[in-house]
């Protein structure tokens, strides 16, 4: 595997469901990013992980909790969803947080459902 | 703050048409600007970016100047091709917010007709 990788690519969930999306990162980064992606919208940061420490939570709901155990993955831990947080979530990684012009890279992406 | 501003799509070009789609930005630092391309079922790729003032960045024909006097960051090509057909997004990053934070516009939605 190379690049940015993330499983499921497609998930359907209930409202009362637990699931959790993961991404894995094969590059050697030390920066992880979850987006959410709607229609018509720009896309959202959600959380910045470095080196396995959390760096910034835009405000998200505590129904969307991430995990980063290692540097290479990262996941994003799913409760008592609404249909209103059907999106595509996409995880991205860099080399660090500090490097203004970096290149995030990004995965193709988990298109959720909450039904 | 910090936010990007791109053009509405869709837009529907014929093969070998000029394409524009404009980018304008504000940021409270110096942020450096990019543009990120999404083709059909895939993650955003990076495209061209430039860093400073002036400068211009470029990749697989396409061009985009840093404006800094105008704010803006548009993306041009010259002969598009039914291969470019995807969504365009501009971005700035900017380290004032302790971070490398990216603030992207809306996308825009590019679809080449032979």
């Known amino acids: 595997e190379t690049g940015v990788t993330q499983t499921p690519r497609h998930l359907v969930m209930g409202m009362t469901n637990k699931k959790s999306l993961k991404c894995e990162q094969h590059?050697?980064?030390?920066?992880m990013y979850w987006y959410k992606q709607s229609a018509k919208k720009p896309l959202e940061l959600m959380f910045v992980?470095?080196?396995?420490?959390?760096?910034e939570n835009n405000s998200v709901p505590s129904r969307f909790s991430p995990e980063c155990p290692n540097s290479s993955h990262l996941f994003l831990h799913l409760h008592t969803l609404q249909p209103e947080d059907s999106a595509l979530y996409l995880c991205?990684?860099?080399?660090?947080?500090?490097?203004?012009?970096?290149?995030?890279?990004f995965g193709p992406g988990t298109r959720l459902t909450v039904l | 703050g910090n936010s990007v501003t791109q053009m509405e799509g869709p837009v529907t070009l014929s093969e070998e048409a000029f394409l524009t789609i404009n980018c304008t930005y504000t940021?409270?630092?110096?942020?450096?600007l990019f543009w990120y391309v999404q083709y059909p079922g895939e993650g955003l790729q990076l495209l061209l970016k430039a860093t400073k003032a002036d400068d211009k960045g470029s990749n697989k024909g396409f061009e985009a100047t840093y404006r800094k006097e105008t704010t803006s960051f548009h993306l041009e090509k010259g002969s598009v091709q039914v291969s470019d057909s995807a969504v365009y997004f501009c971005?700035?990053?900017?380290?004032?917010?302790?971070?490398?934070?990216?603030?992207f516009g809306t996308g825009t939605r590019l679809t080449v007709i032979p």
């Open positions: 590059l050697g980064h030390n920066a």
């Open positions: 971005a700035l990053s900017d380290i004032v917010t302790g971070a490398n934070n990216l603030f």
């Open positions: 940021a409270t630092g110096y942020p450096s």
């Open positions: 991205a990684s860099s080399p660090s947080t500090s490097g203004r012009a970096d290149e995030q890279f």
């Open positions: 992980y470095s080196l396995e420490e959390r760096v």
